[in-house]
């Protein structure tokens, strides 16, 4: 059963401040399960934040429900350009959002169901939570073949992810968050978590590909509700808790003191991109001219999301070695994002003289560059 309350008084009892109201003073004495109303990826995420960060939760296990409209969630140490296809993202409007978490990138969308399970750092058991999954998922369907891997993930038929896992451990409390695959878009989730970029070098955490299933597609009475509902029935009798899940909106600052500036850094480019891993690009493309192909080659090293050297090479007689010093200079220092090379490649145009031929190669040159941007 889904119940919207204010909990002001239930976090505040979790934070050791005041007693809670008397109808919630059991459930609240020994655990909650809780559910966003949002399905904003950086909002859900900044309660994941919040609740990790202030609350106590020393006999007081929660487990939290939430889902998203489509984005693609990466590790804490990984590299976007690496794991995805950022330009079809920007053309589908798809969020990126970058997790405190370590692991893997994933695709969510409102057939994805991710659950995280907050404990103390002595209580965090990242198999016991897959167990209990298990429990759940057989108690609604008792056919199903779905085991869990070393790797904690959970797999159907021996061979298909309906799960991937991820956790951070703070000081004294800790998380460990899950998706559950139902009944998302598989074929966007295989475009999307497939990049196209080509000479990335990196030592940043990379994803391991693996073949997925919906849980829908085994028995269509699998819902995102009733898979839901089961696992907070299964989570509820383990800790001996009350069973109903409670609705939450994530950016409520009476519930949440200072949530929303927790999710505005999540959006942040500096948070997206300027943690990606330090990396280097060499890649090279061909442009048409006079009936041949021509060779450009591309060295870039990326620290901190911006462009730290830059070396852009292309035969003298197709465009100017002082046009390309010029872009090369100009370039350093600036984001890795076509954004801001747009601006940039505008501006030095402006510079140059009104040749028409120069400024076609030029504009061909700039837009080859924020392929791989």
Not at 242 to 263: C, R
Request: include cysteine; charge should be positive; aromatic fraction near 8%.
């Amino acid at each position: 059963m889904l119940i919207p309350f204010s909990m002001k008084n239930c976090f505040q009892l979790l934070c050791n401040h005041q007693v809670p109201a008397a109808g919630f003073k059991q459930t609240v004495k020994n655990g909650l399960i809780l559910q966003s109303v949002s399905n904003d990826v950086y909002q859900n995420l900044a309660v994941e934040d919040w609740i990790h960060d202030h609350m106590n939760l020393e006999g007081k296990p929660i487990l939290f429900f939430w889902r998203n409209s489509p984005s693609v969630v990466i590790g804490r140490h990984q590299n976007p350009w690496q794991e995805c296809n950022l330009n079809l993202m920007r053309e589908e409007g798809i969020k990126l959002a970058r997790r405190r978490s370590g692991g893997g990138t994933v695709y969510h969308d409102m057939g994805n169901i991710n659950l995280t399970f907050f404990t103390t750092k002595k209580k965090y058991d990242r198999m016991e939570n897959l167990k209990l999954i298990l429990r759940a998922l057989n108690a609604v369907q008792p056919q199903l073949d779905v085991q869990a891997t070393k790797r904690f993930d959970l797999l159907l038929d021996g061979q298909f992810k309906i799960s991937g896992t991820a956790s951070k451990i703070g000081r004294t409390t800790a998380y460990h968050h899950c998706t559950l695959l139902c009944s998302t878009d598989g074929t966007f989730l295989s475009s999307l978590l497939k990049s196209p970029y080509q000479g990335i070098r990196s030592n940043a955490t990379a994803s391991i590909p693996s073949l997925v299933k919906n849980l829908l597609e085994k028995d269509p009475t699998l819902t995102c509700e009733v898979l839901m509902n089961a696992v907070a029935t299964e989570y509820a009798a383990y800790h001996q808790i009350d069973h109903h899940i409670h609705l939450i909106n994530p950016t409520d600052e009476t519930l949440f003191p200072g949530i929303n500036s927790k999710a505005k850094e999540l959006q942040t480019w500096e948070w997206i991109y300027g943690k990606t891993p330090k990396f280097s690009i060499n890649t090279s493309f061909h442009v048409l001219y006079e009936q041949s192909h021509l060779e450009i080659k591309v060295f870039l090293d990326i620290k901190n999301g911006r462009i730290e050297i830059c070396n852009i090479e292309a035969p003298d007689h197709w465009l100017p070695l002082e046009i390309r010093d010029k872009l090369n200079s100009s370039l350093i220092g600036s984001k890795f994002c076509p954004t801001e090379t747009t601006m940039l490649t505008n501006i030095l145009l402006r510079t140059c003289p009104q040749d028409h031929k120069l400024h076609s190669k030029w504009n061909i040159l700039c837009e080859k560059i924020k392929g791989i941007m």
